[in-house]
């Protein structure tokens, strides 16, 4: 414990010198600005600065990494909160309930509390980080590909039992997702499935695509169908000070808790924040008093999903910094950044290197403090979105998602298949089919197979090795009771 309270206050007296403190600033301004954007996020983002930090010092470079990180994490909440389009996957859940706050006037209030909620976790998650990280990478090594198959079960059930109205209209969503996941290359065999001969397809259909495509356009042109029927709704924002007292209340609790789900879960790789997110929502949801104001602006739902999505930022570092290996596709790119510099992430750069991994980790201390100190003041200012005039609107959000979908690849088949997917989107909210199924397992399902022909491949054949493994047993029976526990409980209410 000494030793590590003494190399972290090593680690701050680098981060604290003004050209690191630069860095850091640049880092998470950049990371908020692109975290803003639909399908622009952090790895995206490190990738491109990539070849910019050739010439700096490799401390200063991963300084302004790990900023561009975080700041993406809280950047994806606020256009989630008032436009309905994640900036990243990790934005999904918080955009369920704050794009309703914000419809209610209280932009203002989910913009705070998501703020509030980065800092919280980002800076308990970061002090886990500093003490716990070689016990947590630990426990993962203990997850072997059964167990990861198991996880995203549970996930798969849990999202489409509990959200929206029915289940199979959930579990029908969560098959187009999965459909979605097997377009491209086989992973085994190297065979071209579902690309109907046209060579875009065979590197598969971009994550990106799908939640741009069914929340931002699908929305858009559900909104501009729905309210091109109906008389003008106006939008009355209730305050530009942020969250009330009563709204304090009800926040703090979702904040911790969203933190103890995302931590851990980063460490996994496990589908990055998007398991975590959705996590933290069922859970205050299903601890709630009151769950039927979930889906209708419960800041609970914000406050939660935000704290688990930055927590798990954190945590995804553990893996990364401590065994080489990279739970996210930003973590892998910061792992090719260290190669550049000739640097192994693992136990031997704590001893090797350790100048820059406690500067590094003093960094996110740091970091997290000039994001809460950005974006609480703009949080009002971001608010008066809700008040641009509907058509313009609707015209901007088109435009900023065509942009985003388009410089993924630079390709026109993007383009067309954002707007397939859109209007996909859009006959779903007209006929009540939850979007977040789909996204989900467009996300884990190439992960689902890999692991579960991985654990078949290592049993030689012999399946019972999902049930043989405990925690692989364990999540798997989580799974069938939420899928069938809801029904058992009403029957026995009836009875």
């Known amino acids: 414990m000494t030793d590590i309270l003494s190399a ?32 622009i996020g952090p790895a995206l983002t490190v990738a491109v600065l990539l070849p910019v930090t050739f010439t700096l010092d490799p401390t200063s470079a991963f300084i302004m990494f790990g900023g561009i990180y975080y700041g993406a994490m809280y950047g994806g909440s606020t256009t989630s909160i008032l436009l309905n389009t994640p900036g990243e996957t990790g934005s999904i859940a918080t955009a369920i309930d704050g794009y309703m706050m914000a419809r209610q006037g209280r932009g203002a209030a989910a913009l705070t509390t998501a703020a509030v909620g980065s800092f919280v976790a980002g800076t308990l998650a970061t002090i886990a980080l500093t003490f716990f990280a070689p016990l947590l990478a630990s426990v993962a090594l203990r997850f072997g590909p059964a167990e990861y198959f198991a996880l995203t079960i549970l996930a798969f059930t849990t999202v489409s039992a509990l959200l929206g109205t029915s289940l199979v209209r959930g579990l029908l969503s969560l098959f187009l997702g999965l459909a979605l ?24 259909i971009d994550v ?18 729905h309210y091109g029927r109906e008389p003008l709704e106006m939008v009355e924002l209730h305050d530009f000070t942020g969250m009330s007292r009563e709204e304090w209340r009800r926040s703090w609790k979702p904040w911790l808790r969203g933190t103890a789900i995302g931590f851990p879960l980063g460490v996994l790789p496990c589908g990055g924040t998007v398991i975590p997110t959705f996590l933290s929502y069922l859970t205050e949801k299903r601890l709630s008093d009151t769950p039927e104001r979930f889906g209708q602006g419960a800041i609970e739902g914000v406050a939660g999903p935000e704290a688990a999505n930055n927590a798990a ?22 792992l090719a950044a260290f190669q550049q510099y000739g640097l192994q992430p693992g136990p031997l750069l704590f001893s090797s290197r350790p100048d820059l991994v406690w500067t590094l980790i003093a960094s996110l201390y740091v970091g997290n403090l000039m994001l809460l100190v950005l974006n609480l003041p703009l949080a009002g200012v971001w608010a008066r979105v809700m008040l641009v005039p509907r058509p313009l ?14 410089t993924l690849n630079r390709s026109m088949l993007d383009l067309a298949l954002l707007y397939v997917v859109g209007a996909v989107g859009c006959a779903m909210r007209v006929y009540d089919f939850p979007l977040v199924p789909a996204v989900l397992g467009l996300v884990l399902g190439p992960l689902t197979e890999q692991h579960f022909r991985r654990a078949v491949a290592i049993s030689e054949g012999d399946l019972s090795i999902f049930l043989t493994r405990p925690i692989s047993a364990v999540l798997l029976v989580a799974a069938v009771l939420v899928l069938t526990g809801p029904r058992f409980l009403r029957r026995y209410e009836r009875l």
């Open 8 to 39: 972290l206050a090593s680690g701050f007296a680098g981060a604290l010198t003004l050209s690191n403190l630069g860095w850091a600033f640049l880092g998470v301004t950049l990371g908020t600005a692109v975290g803003v954007l639909p399908g």
């Open 181 to 204: 996941g097997l377009v491209g290359i086989d992973p085994l065999t190297g065979d071209a499935r579902f690309a109907f001969g046209i060579p875009q397809l065979l590197d598969g």
């Open 393 to 406: 609107l609707f015209g901007g959000i088109l435009v900023l998602a065509s942009l985003g979908a388009y």
């Open 208 to 225: 990106v695509i799908l939640v741009i495509g069914l929340f931002a356009v699908g929305e858009t042109i559900y909104q501009a169908w």
């Open 313 to 334: 930022a954190a945590g995804v570092l553990v893996p990364l910094l401590t065994l080489g290996l990279p739970s996210s596709a930003t973590a892998a790119i910061m």
